[in-house]
């Protein structure tokens, strides 16, 4: 018994990793399609449906899952797809855009004090004194990493950027609800939604780019981009949405933020962007409270 515990520890660990790496290639995405032209709400839905085509590849070829709802669940579904996947990204993208991006990334990542809270009320997820000293730790980090400031200025970014991480919470909190489920199944319901939400949102918003030839000058390497860009989408959630079969939402949320330290590489890999002291201290916060919810949290 004890051993099959740790064999699904190690699995769990190994997944929401392998979903911080693949989270924290986004940023480098999002700034490579933005500079080839293509609009912040159709980056979104143009992913999507890439990340539809992985999601159902793998439903129907590889797990070859057969799709069950029971109508008791429905409403949760709509929930999470709707508002804890398809929107969330639109929500993020927006707050990068309407406010300053240290100020977005900071809120944003407060989904990782959010989930814990909300899985305790909601999930009866007990939290012991090391989650709790995990906790603290995070909230300190980030305020390292991201030094949020002037507050007034947060205005309808700021909104947007809590909106995002609300949406991320809720799909955490959610997942576990719907735990019967399998993370291919999820996934598949996750991207359907997200393309039918976000096609509707981006052929109305941004009708002219679609319509008025924006569309046709994407060039092929955006398009090469576009693609790599879904398949990641499919892959950073879907490790996420398997990892959180073994863990809980305290655990899970905080071992997701070692996203940070991944992307602070990143950022010095394809932006020279070399980290501050402060950035460092926070990435070492990051991998300390990650580490005691590894070895001493409740899972």
């Known amino acids: 018994m004890k051993n099959s515990q740790k064999n699904n520890s190690a699995k769990g660990i190994l997944l929401?990793?392998?979903?911080?790496?693949?989270?924290?290639?986004?940023?480098?995405?999002?700034?490579?399609l933005g500079g080839g032209g293509l609009l912040p709400m159709s980056q979104v839905f143009l992913r999507y449906i890439f990340a539809f085509f992985a999601a159902a590849i793998y439903l129907f070829l590889i797990s070859k899952s057969k799709i069950k709802v029971d109508k008791k669940d429905i409403f949760l579904l709509a929930i999470t797809t709707i508002f804890g996947y398809a929107l969330t990204n639109l929500f993020f993208t927006y707050g990068i855009l309407y406010t300053k991006v240290s100020n977005a990334l900071f809120l944003f990542y407060t989904y990782a004090i959010i989930a814990p809270i909300l899985g305790y009320f909601f999930l009866k997820d007990k939290i012991n004194l090391v989650n709790i000293a995990s906790l603290?730790?995070?909230?300190?980090?980030?305020?390292?990493?991201?030094?949020?400031?002037?507050?007034?200025?947060?205005?309808l970014g700021g909104f947007f950027a809590?909106?995002?991480?609300?949406?991320?919470?809720?799909?955490?909190?959610?997942?576990?609800?719907?735990?019967?489920?399998?993370?291919?199944?999820?996934?598949?319901?996750?991207?359907?939604?997200?393309?039918?939400?976000?096609?509707?949102?981006s052929l109305t918003i941004e009708r002219s780019f679609y319509f008025g030839g924006g569309i046709t000058h994407v060039t092929s390497s955006v398009w090469i981009t576009t693609i790599l860009f879904g398949i990641d989408n499919f892959l950073a959630w879907f490790a996420m949405t398997k990892g959180f079969e073994y863990f809980k939402a305290t655990a899970g949320s905080i071992i997701l933020l070692s996203e940070l330290v991944f992307g602070i590489f990143f950022a010095f890999l394809f932006f020279k962007e070399i980290p501050t002291l402060a950035t460092f201290v926070g990435g070492v916060l990051i991998l300390i409270s990650s580490t005691f919810v590894i070895l001493k949290g409740e899972n």
């Open 136 to 155: 603290i730790i995070s909230l300190v980090a980030l305020a390292l990493l991201f030094s949020p400031n002037s507050i007034p200025t947060w205005k």
């Open 16 to 32: 929401l990793l392998t979903s911080a790496f693949l989270y924290s290639i986004i940023p480098v995405l999002i700034r490579t």
């Open 162 to 201: 809590i909106l995002s991480a609300l949406g991320q919470s809720s799909y955490l909190i959610l997942r576990k609800k719907l735990n019967k489920y399998p993370a291919s199944f999820m996934m598949f319901a996750n991207t359907l939604v997200g393309v039918v939400v976000l096609g509707a949102l």
